[in-house]
């Protein structure tokens, strides 16, 4: 490679992907949800691979309350109080499907509805 060429890579735009804390957000939820789907659809569940998924899901909702729980947080006051809700539930759902007395559906309902609000999309 020549000194030409040298320059005119150093000096050459680049592309850098610009992400949001929506869309990172929006990816964590999409890829916890496919796995929940993914097993709970299964013929005979893989139970330990199933926990894992709902443990990711519960510690993803847990990280979510603690972060519309905090005072700084800029989102509206009601939807605060909405997710935070949402992650009650979904902590005490969770409890239900790790005993055998629910199945994952409930919470994949949400996390669908959740990844269409975050996605500008009528959550109905």
């Keep these: 490679m020549n000194v030409t060429e040298q ?13 949001t804390t ?3 957000e929006a990816q964590l939820i999409t890829q916890i949800t496919s796995r929940l789907q993914r097993l709970s659809k299964m013929p005979t569940p893989d139970f330990p691979k199933l926990m894992a998924a709902i443990h ?3 510690r993803m909702w847990t990280t979510m309350a603690v972060d519309v729980a905090d005072k700084g947080n800029a989102l509206p006051k009601e939807l ?7 992650a009650e539930f979904t902590d005490h759902h969770s409890q239900q499907v790790i005993r ?7 919470l994949i309902d949400i996390n669908m509805a959740v990844l269409k609000g975050l996605n500008g999309q009528d959550a109905s």
């Excluded at 320059?7 to 992400?19: D, I, N």
């Excluded at 109080?81 to 949402?86: N, R």
């Design 7 to 19: 320059a005119r890579q150093a000096y050459a735009p680049t592309q850098v992907a610009v992400r």
């Design 100 to 106: 055998g007395k629910a199945d994952p559906a409930a």
């Design 80 to 86: 605060r109080a909405q997710i935070f809700y949402l």
């Design 56 to 58: 990711d899901n519960r």
């Design 22 to 24: 929506r869309s990172v």
